[in-house]
Every structure is written in structure tokens, then in C-alpha cells.
């Protein structure tokens, strides 16, 4: 398991590193010289990795679990492999933000490995430097380098992943039980792993394994008991994000509206501006002419030209009236998430059935939390969704130079605004 070929820890860790490098250089240089906001960086230089659920991390490595029931928000909604491992390492001397940041961070750069040498076993290394380069530029990926959980969930996730396949089911125990202590999605293995295990008809130490799985969750509801009385605390103080679950059907249509109609025309509840609505069909109709003759035009124009009218679409719904952000984000949100699910299901005969069915598992958890918000960040952290972009770029080039262009240019993008606590995801 630990030994890792050359070849294997190369090209993972130049895009590891290529795209941390960008994300340094725009929050901790660039920022601070166009920057207008006095207080950026009151905490010190890392502050600029530090908001959201950061302060809820750094509030339970410092003062530990909270909990009620007054609807509001409490610490024990994030689970616990994060924090205690930061305080294990505060333990050794390192102060908090050097410990939460080496974590994320080269947690992020081992599951970008394990991830090469997973697509490269089954689809060989075009598929597996597609995947992996995917993984690391895109835009979300910020969240494998602030202090957020990220880089864990992925690290462990993929190596239970593909441990199951090549069935490990020692190291499906523990790399299962890591994620499910991780974040709450990791119970999405378990399914997965049971459905494979019985289409494949494998022996009962994979279906032990599968329920084993289950070991990081377990041990946080004996601690929810034991210190608060009520063992599923953290799903109770999950009413202080949301009051409601299942799928919300009208936020996203609304973030449809928005895409087709304006986000101005939106919050104003009628079409006040005609041009935003006018210009995405001018849009739409030059797609159409573009698939029509397609064949006439020949592959590359036909790619360029569905990327030109790709980032002229982002452009126009690049912004809210309310925070003026120059962000495609009802566009880009879209995209990963239903795309992603497209995706998934173009693929579902030729990736691991294990994969697809943690994949479509972790889509109906993530759908049904009552929330729009975030959605898109639980969705990046689907591996097996970076697995397929890997074979759909690996066999279609031209559409993964442009694609990796556009997905720095949002990387950038999105480093400045969280670097000025603005909302991401």
C-alpha cells in the first residue's frame, strides 16, 4: 500500500503543487496589494485561509464541543478526525494554523496520488494525469488548502474506494472508518460497498468490512451520548443551517431562472431588463448553429466554439445585484453538480460499479439536505467524479486544455474572495 512508484508521485505532485502555488500567490501577494479592506489579515498572515467552518474548527480544537437545542448553530454539527488530529500536532508544539494547514494540505497532495495510481490500475496514465490534473485545478480545491476538511475526505474516501476494488478489506476497515469520522458523507461507502459486494456475489469479510465502515460514526455517537445525552446531537444541530430536509426544488429552479432570465430580473420578480435574456439566446442559438454543423466545422472548431459560448454564458451570469461579485455562480454551481451527475451516469458501465454507486449514494445525501448552498463543495468531493473526467479528457484533448484555462481563471477568482471571508461555497 505504502509503496508508491516514482512514476506515480510526479505528475500528482507537480499539479499539486502548480495549482497551491497560484492559490499562495493570489491570497497571500496578490491580494494584500489591490486589496481595499483594512482588515484583511487582523489574525495574521493565515487568516486569509481561515473563515466559514474554519472558525468553527478552530473553535473546537480551543474550547472543545457545544450543543442545544435552541435552533441555533453548534460545533458538534462538524465531526472530529479533523480537529483532533490538529490538536494532536498543537500537542507537538506546531500552533494552529501551521498544524490545520499541513494537514489539509498534504492530506490533499496523498489523495491526489492515491487517485493517480487508482485510475491509472484501471485506465493507464493519459487517464490518470487527466483525472488528477482535474482534481487539483479545479476551482473547489481551494478547500484542499484552507482549513477546511477537504484534503482528509478525499485522501480517505478514495483510498477505501480503491481499496474495496482491489479488494482490501483490511484497509477498506480503516481508511472507511477514517472517512466516516471525517464527514458525514462518508456513510455513503457503506451502501456502495454492500450493493458491490452483493452484485458480485464476494465473500462475508466484504460485507464486514462494508459494516465496519461505519466504525468513525459509531464512535462519535457514543461520544455525543456520553457528553451531551443524545448520541445524534450532531444531526439536531444541523436545524441551526437548515429547517428542512429533502430536495429543494425551487432553489434551483431559481438558480435557473437566474442563468436564463438574470439574477436582477430574478430578485425584482419581473423582466425589467430585456438584455440579460436577449443575450443568452443569442447564446443558445449560436450552440445550436454549432451542433447543427458540427461536422462541416470539424472537431476543433467545434470545441473552441462551444468553449467561446461556454465563457461568454459565465460572463453574462456573472453576478448578483445584492453582492456585485464577478462570478458565473449560478452557472458554474449548475454545472458541477447536475453535470457532474450526467457524468456519472455516461460513465456508470466502464468505472468501478463500487465508485458509481458511492457516487449516485453520496448525490441523493448531498440533494436532500433542505439546502442549496455548499452543495456544489460536497460535490467535488465525489472521487469517482474526477475518475470519469479523466476518461472523458483522456479521449477528448482538445476539451481539456480550454477546460483547465477556465478553471484557473475561477481558482483565482475564488482564492480572492474567500481570502476576504466573502461566501464561496
Not at 477537504?150 to 481499496?163: H, K, M, N
Not at 468513525?216 to 446531537?233: R, V
Not at 429533502?246 to 434551483?252: A, D, I, L, Q, T
Not at 453574462?316 to 454545472?335: C, D
Request: charged fraction near 10%; proline fraction near 4%.
Amino acid at each position: 500500500m505504502f509503496q508508491i512508484p516514482t512514476k506515480n508521485l510526479i505528475f500528482p505532485t507537480l499539479m499539486w503543487l502548480s495549482s497551491r502555488i497560484l492559490l499562495i500567490l493570489v491570497m497571500l501577494i496578490i491580494l494584500p496589494i489591490i486589496s481595499k479592506n483594512p482588515e484583511l489579515q487582523k489574525y495574521g498572515w493565515w487568516d486569509v485561509f481561515f473563515a466559514w467552518d474554519s472558525i468553527w474548527y478552530h473553535q473546537i480544537v480551543h474550547s472543545g464541543y457545544n450543543y442545544g437545542l435552541d435552533g441555533k448553530q453548534y460545533s458538534v454539527a462538524f465531526f472530529p478526525l479533523y480537529p483532533l488530529t490538529i490538536k494532536i500536532l498543537m500537542l507537538l508544539g506546531i500552533p494552529f494554523p501551521w498544524a490545520a494547514l499541513l494537514i489539509n494540505n498534504l492530506a490533499f497532495l496523498a489523495a491526489l496520488i492515491v487517485l493517480y495510481r487508482w485510475v491509472d490500475e484501471k485506465y493507464g496514465e493519459n487517464a490518470a494525469r487527466w483525472g488528477t490534473a482535474a482534481l487539483a485545478w479545479c476551482p473547489y480545491s481551494i478547500y484542499g488548502t484552507v482549513i477546511y476538511t477537504e484534503g482528509l475526505f478525499l485522501l480517505f474516501s478514495t483510498s477505501a474506494l480503491r481499496a474495496f476494488e482491489r479488494r482490501e478489506y483490511g484497509w477498506v476497515t480503516l481508511w472507511g472508518t477514517l472517512s466516516t469520522a471525517t464527514r458525514i458523507t462518508g456513510v455513503a461507502l457503506i451502501p456502495a460497498f454492500l450493493l458491490t459486494s452483493l452484485k458480485e456475489r464476494r465473500p462475508i469479510k466484504a460485507y464486514i468490512a462494508s459494516c465496519a465502515v461505519a466504525g468513525g460514526l459509531l464512535l462519535y455517537i457514543l461520544f455525543c451520548f456520553f457528553k451531551f445525552g443524545d448520541g445524534f446531537a450532531f444531526l439536531q444541530a444541523q436545524r441551526g443551517w437548515r429547517t428542512s430536509v429533502g430536495f429543494v426544488g425551487e432553489g434551483w429552479l431559481q438558480l435557473l431562472m437566474q442563468i436564463f432570465l438574470g439574477s436582477e430580473n430574478v430578485e425584482q420578480g419581473n423582466i425589467r431588463n430585456i438584455t440579460h435574456p436577449i443575450i443568452v439566446t443569442l447564446i443558445l442559438v449560436g450552440v445550436g448553429f454549432i451542433w447543427r454543423f458540427h461536422q462541416r466545422l470539424g472537431e476543433i472548431w467545434t470545441c473552441y466554439g462551444f468553449y467561446l459560448f461556454w465563457f461568454c454564458l459565465w460572463l453574462q451570469t456573472r453576478a448578483t445585484p445584492s453582492n456585485n461579485i464577478f462570478l458565473g455562480e449560478p452557472l458554474v454551481k449548475m454545472t458541477i453538480i447536475f453535470g457532474g451527475l450526467a457524468l456519472l451516469w455516461y460513465y456508470r458501465s466502464q468505472l468501478p460499479f463500487s465508485a458509481i454507486a458511492y457516487g449516485f449514494t453520496t448525490y441523493g445525501i448531498i440533494l436532500n439536505t433542505g439546502l442549496v448552498l455548499s452543495v456544489e463543495r460536497y460535490t467535488y468531493a465525489i472521487a469517482p467524479l474526477s475518475f470519469a473526467l479523466g476518461l472523458l479528457l483522456s479521449r477528448h484533448p482538445r476539451w481539456g486544455y480550454p477546460a483547465m484555462v477556465f478553471f484557473a481563471i475561477l481558482m483565482v477568482l475564488f482564492s480572492l474572495l474567500f481570502a476576504q471571508d466573502m461566501w464561496l461555497a
